[in-house]
């Protein structure tokens, strides 16, 4: 008993890196090139999550350091977030993720822009996003319309 005692023991510091580093590099690294968008989603979201996790030990580390079983509850945690199986991380961004994001970008989104443009403005950094803003009041919405037609029908090529 002495061996699987150990490794019972130490499960997490034998399987954790794996689990919690190498797959999901790996399976972040293949989202990258994969043509879906819903792999990336899962693999941004984890990375997000992880990063989350690791904050909250860094800053509780003494509280956690009383709690010997908090590295399997991060463990089982992250394995359901990894695992195609489950895909934690996305059912995460979909049921709470997501609804924060929309309201936040729903505050962006000026009201005097019609809904497809909004939703193009939203996908925007801050600075992109004032530029176009510019770019419309110069040139009319009308112009915003046939440069986004134009970038639809680029990207469909590609």
Same mark, same amino acid.
């Given at each position: 008993? #002495?061996?699987?005692?150990?490794? !019972? %023991? ?20 293949? $989202?990258? @090139?994969?043509?879906?968008t819903l792999d990336d989603q899962q693999w941004l979201t984890y990375w997000v999550l992880y990063s989350f996790i690791t904050l909250f030990e860094l800053s509780c580390y003494k509280? =956690? &350091?009383w709690f010997p079983i908090w590295p399997y509850m991060k463990l089982v945690f992250c =394995?359901?977030?990894? =695992?195609?199986?489950?895909? #934690?991380? &996305? +059912?995460? +961004?979909?049921?709470?993720? %997501?609804?924060?994001? *929309?309201?936040? #970008? ?9 809904? @497809?443009?909004? *939703? ?7 600075? $992109? ?10 040139? #009319?919405?009308? $112009?915003? @319309?046939?440069?986004?037609? !134009? $970038?639809? %029908? @680029?990207?469909? %090529?590609?």
């Open positions: 008993m #002495g061996i699987l005692g150990t490794m !019972a %023991r130490n499960l997490d510091t034998i399987v954790g890196p794996g689990v919690l580093l190498l797959y999901p590099l790996y399976a972040s690294m293949r $989202a990258i @090139e994969s043509p879906s509280i =956690l &350091a =394995l359901w977030l990894v =695992l195609p199986m489950f895909n #934690g991380a &996305a +059912y995460i +961004y979909e049921n709470y993720v %997501r609804q924060y994001v *929309k309201n936040i #970008g729903s505050y962006y989104g000026n009201s005097k822009y019609p809904e @497809e443009q909004k *939703k193009v403005l939203q996908m925007m950094s801050l600075d $992109a996003r004032k530029a176009v803003e510019r770019y419309i009041d110069t040139h #009319g919405s009308d $112009a915003f @319309e046939r440069v986004i037609k !134009a $970038a639809d %029908r @680029e990207a469909r %090529r590609h």
